[in-house]
C-alpha cells in the first residue's frame, strides 16, 4: 500500500509541473475572456459592468461581420490550394524520385521559419514599384506596367499564395506518412490485375488516405480560420478592410499602438469578440466532423 501511495505521490510531481502551466496559460486567460466580456475596460482603471452592451455592440459591428466574411474567403482559398498540392507533392515525393529526401526538407523548410520573417520576405517581393514578381513578370512581358499585388484588387490573392507556400510542406508530410502507411500488396495487387498509375491513385490511394485526410483537412480548416500573423505583417488588415480577418481584428482591440489603429485599448470588447470568434471556429470544426463522419459512413 505504502509502494503504490509513494508512486502516486511521485507521479503527481511530474505532472504538477504541466498543471501549473495549464492552469495559468489555458485556464486563467480563458477566465479572464469570460468575466471582461460583460466589462468596459480599457485596460487600467476600473472595469465597468454593461452586461450584455458588448454583443450588442458586436451583433452591429460591420467590421466584425467584414472580417467573418473575409476570414472564410481567407481560408477558402488557402484550402483549395493547400490540400490537392499537398497530396500530389506526398504523392510525388513518395516514389524513387531521384533527391526526394532534399526535396522533403526544402519544401517542408517553411515550417520551421518564423511567420514574421517570411511576410517581411514576401513583401519586398511582391511590392508593387520594385519587387521581383512585377520585374519578371514585365521582362518576360506578360504584364505591361506594375500590379498592385497587395492593393485592393489583388491583397487578398497575395496573402492566400503566401498562406500556401508557408503551410504545404506541413501538410505534404502529414500526406507522406500516410501513403507510408499504405501496404504495399495492394499496388502489386492492382498492377497483376491491369490498374494503371490514375486507377492505383484514385481505387487505392485516396480511399486509404481517408483517415488521415480527414484530420489533416481538420487541422487545416482550424489553422486557416485563426491565422493572420502574415495578414498583419504584409497589410494590416488593409487596403481599406480587404485583409481583414477575424483574429487580426481582435489583436487590434487589444493591441492597438503596434498596428497603426487609434491608441484605444478595448479588453471589454475584444473578449467579446474573441468569444464570438471561438464560437464561429467551434461551429464550423463541429459541423465539419459531422459531415466527415456521415461521409466516411456513406462510403
Do not use: C
Not at 504495399?184 to 492492382?190: F, G, P, Q
Not at 495578414?231 to 481584428?249: A, D, K, N, Q, S
Not at 487590434?252 to 473578449?271: A, C, D, H, M, N
Amino acid at each position: 500500500m505504502k509502494t503504490k501511495l509513494a508512486t502516486l505521490r511521485e507521479n503527481s510531481l511530474f505532472l504538477l509541473p504541466s498543471v501549473v502551466l495549464t492552469l495559468a496559460l489555458g485556464v486563467y486567460p480563458l477566465l479572464w475572456v469570460l468575466r471582461y466580456m460583460f466589462y468596459d475596460y480599457p485596460g487600467y482603471g476600473e472595469a465597468i459592468f454593461v452586461g450584455l452592451d458588448n454583443f450588442r455592440r458586436l451583433l452591429g459591428d460591420s467590421l466584425f461581420w467584414e472580417s467573418v466574411r473575409n476570414t472564410f474567403v481567407y481560408a477558402g482559398g488557402k484550402l483549395l490550394l493547400t490540400i490537392p498540392l499537398s497530396l500530389v507533392l506526398a504523392v510525388i515525393l513518395n516514389g524513387k524520385l531521384r533527391g526526394r529526401h532534399a526535396l522533403r526538407a526544402i519544401y517542408f523548410m517553411p515550417t520551421v521559419i518564423s511567420t514574421a520573417v517570411i511576410s517581411v520576405v514576401f513583401y519586398i517581393i511582391f511590392n508593387s514599384y520594385n519587387g521581383m514578381v512585377n520585374q519578371i513578370l514585365m521582362q518576360w512581358r506578360i504584364i505591361g506596367a506594375p500590379i498592385e499585388w497587395l492593393g485592393p484588387k489583388h491583397a487578398m490573392l497575395t496573402v492566400v499564395l503566401v498562406a500556401v507556400w508557408g503551410a504545404v510542406g506541413n501538410y505534404m508530410l502529414l500526406f507522406l506518412a500516410g501513403l507510408q502507411s499504405i501496404p504495399n500488396d495492394l499496388y502489386e495487387s492492382a498492377e497483376i490485375d491491369g490498374a494503371n498509375p490514375t486507377q492505383k491513385f484514385w481505387y487505392i490511394t485516396i480511399p486509404m488516405l481517408g483517415p488521415v485526410m480527414q484530420m489533416i483537412v481538420m487541422l487545416a480548416v482550424i489553422a486557416s480560420l485563426k491565422g493572420y500573423e502574415s495578414i498583419m505583417v504584409m497589410t494590416e488588415g488593409g487596403p481599406i478592410g480587404r485583409t481583414e480577418v477575424m483574429y487580426l481584428y481582435l489583436y487590434k482591440l487589444l493591441f492597438p499602438v503596434s498596428t497603426g489603429s487609434p491608441v484605444v485599448q478595448e479588453f471589454g470588447y475584444g473578449s467579446a469578440v474573441a468569444f464570438a470568434s471561438a464560437i464561429i471556429v467551434g461551429l464550423v470544426t463541429v459541423l465539419y466532423s459531422y459531415l466527415s463522419k456521415k461521409l466516411s459512413q456513406t462510403y
